[in-house]
């Protein structure tokens, strides 16, 4: 690949990640105009599924045959992508959004210590030295202010970074079998099913309040979601046709440092000097983690 041509897809990569970046803060401008998390993640497939419904149809219809086995991961990876959307949503209207963001992005490191485990191999050395290191920056950033924050809040950010992690160990082994298009469509499909009963759950039980009318506001944040998730994921989409995995791993650190400065500019968050540490830690584990699994592709 040519250099000018590798440059142009390292800057779409960066843009997708800045993209996805942007969503968490417009998730809590929405809430704060009225617009709760569940109601957002299902709002937003609702709309996506509905869009691409009839397209599908039309065009793609031949691409949904699919094995057990396949089905059945097509399940879990839909049921890790519901619960991760609604929890690290929801994380957000208990922790401040630099905090959810930073848990949230354990993830990677996660995944580096479970994937020889899933694909066979073992956990080397440097990855347990990398996985402590986050460990211990998680520790610095969330300690100063541990006895104010709502262990809900931690819990959810730590629910979506675990699912975070079997959505993509499911996504590895799906996308070298069958369809891009069936298999975002079809995880998309069972993913607004299942957030329709969780949230469905929540109402009837009297956790979670009714809907309430769109306003301005409300509309203008949720427009701004749905139009970050969709470029990003159609960019991120493109560019893995063009970048190595671990290239687009390395590139994707950029979000969590975008999120938290968006954060603390616009949403006013303020981090301590000890979170600001543990911060750095976190985000020089997880680039410490991407180079290593470039070394090892």
Not at 152 to 179: D, F, N, P, R
Request: glycine share 6%; charged share 5%; hydrophobic share 60%.
């Amino acid at each position: 690949m040519a250099a000018s041509s590798k440059l142009t897809w390292v800057l779409l990569s960066l843009i997708a990640s800045t993209s996805f970046a942007l969503i968490a803060p417009f998730a809590v401008l929405a809430e704060q105009a009225g617009l709760l998390p569940g109601y957002a993640v299902l709002y937003r497939y609702i709309l996506l599924v509905a869009i691409a419904t009839p397209l599908i149809l039309s065009f793609a219809r031949h691409h949904f045959k699919f094995s057990r086995q396949q089905f059945w991961l097509l399940i879990l990876q839909s049921c890790s992508t519901a619960i991760l959307n609604i929890s690290y949503m929801a994380a957000l209207s208990f922790i401040p959004v630099s905090l959810t963001v930073i848990i949230f992005f354990i993830s990677p490191l996660i995944t580096l210590m479970v994937a020889p485990l899933v694909f066979g191999g073992r956990v080397s050395p440097i990855r347990a030295v990398i996985f402590f290191a986050a460990f211990i920056g998680l520790i610095m950033v969330v300690g100063p202010q541990f006895s104010n924050l709502d262990p809900i809040g931690i819990i959810l950010a730590l629910i979506a970074a675990i699912t975070s992690v079997s959505q993509l160990l499911c996504m590895s082994k799906l996308v070298k079998e069958i369809s891009p298009v069936a298999l975002l469509y079809s995880v998309h499909t069972i993913a607004m099913f299942i957030t329709f009963v969780i949230v469905g759950v929540a109402v009837s039980t009297g956790n979670m309040a009714a809907p309430v009318a769109f306003n301005i506001d409300m509309s203008l944040n949720f427009t701004g979601i749905v139009i970050c998730y969709v470029f990003g994921y159609t960019l991120f989409t493109i560019v893995a046709k063009n970048l190595e995995p671990t290239t687009i791993s390395l590139i994707s650190n950029i979000e969590p440092v975008v999120t938290i400065s968006i954060a603390i500019i616009v949403l006013g968050e303020v981090l301590e000097t000890q979170q600001i540490f543990g911060v750095i830690v976190v985000l020089g584990a997880l680039i410490i983690g991407s180079l290593y699994r470039e070394k090892q592709a």
